[in-house]
């Protein structure tokens, strides 16, 4: 009733459990409780894994503690692999170029509706503009665009790139845009009231922006709302809260790329 004789053969001699690195993207099941989930790191000596529903729990790298393809394996970290130079990467994303001097600057411009724009820009693309040669220029609103597009003189290497706040179909900006139509001019916008309203709320500590009513200056209604006296302070406090494009909505940053790719054309 209990099958071959258990003294037969070679009954001193384990079975060995192996041992595998925990690579990252291991998927292993922890025998204990049935968690099967994927390697991701480390954490206090412990493997930390997650399953396919992106829940994450910590296992210690305890013997014969996990399964692999249903065998027991034993996990152990990897060793350290040797350190490699990081890539510097500026605050649009780009990877930074070492050992090389801003550019003089082109005759090519990037035009922007105010300081406060071209500080932003400056906060994101400054790195990646330097070394392209180009000046961002503010101006004082676009209600003359037209016209001062005609005075710059565009031509196929000057070219310009305008950023216009507010840039719907239906608005202002967009009845001025459309009297541009120079080929060695790109004007682009983002649909925001003001590039304020660009930075993304939670920077802030705002869940939204508070919607100011038809009529009221807009930056003074947000001061407003959130209790800031004076728009100086309110711009000082979102300007310290950029630090890259993650810091921004999306629409401002393929309008800027758009900018850059047109004035950088060689």
């Not at 991701?40 to 829940?55: C, P, Q, S, T």
């Not at 990467?89 to 300081?115: D, H, L, P």
């Not at 959130?226 to 940053?253: A, F, H, Q």
């Amino acid at each position: 009733m209990y099958g071959e004789d258990v003294l037969k053969g070679n009954w001193r001699r384990r079975k060995v459990i192996p041992e595998v690195d925990a690579e990252r993207d291991l998927v292993v099941e922890d025998a204990e409780s049935g968690f099967c989930g994927a390697v991701i790191g480390f954490e206090l000596g412990a493997v930390v894994l997650e399953d396919r529903h992106g829940k994450r729990r910590n296992f210690p790298l305890a013997p014969a503690a996990f399964l692999l393809d249903g065998q027991p394996v034993t996990l152990r970290r990897p060793a350290a692999a040797p350190a490699q130079a990081q890539r510097r990467v500026t605050a649009s994303g780009s990877v930074a170029v070492e050992g090389v001097r801003a550019q003089v600057a082109k005759a090519s411009r990037i035009w922007v509706e105010g300081v406060h724009d071209a500080a932003l820009v400056e906060r994101i693309w400054g790195d990646d503009l330097r070394i392209e040669g180009i000046v961002v220029e503010p101006l004082d609103g676009i209600d003359d665009l037209a016209g001062a597009v005609r005075e710059f003189r565009p031509g196929p290497r000057r070219r310009l790139g305008v950023l216009v706040d507010h840039l719907v179909p239906g608005s202002k900006e967009s009845r001025i845009v459309a009297a541009v139509t120079d080929p060695d001019v790109l004007v682009t916008g983002h649909p925001y009231v003001d590039i304020w309203q660009a930075v993304k709320p939670q920077r802030v500590g705002l869940s939204k922006w508070p919607v100011i009513p038809p009529g009221r200056p807009w930056k003074e209604g947000i001061c407003a709302a959130v209790g800031v006296r004076e728009p100086y302070d309110m711009w000082r406090r979102i300007l310290s809260s950029v630090s890259s494009y993650k810091d921004v909505e999306t629409p401002l940053i393929n309008s800027m790329e758009r900018l850059i790719d047109f004035v950088t054309v060689p």
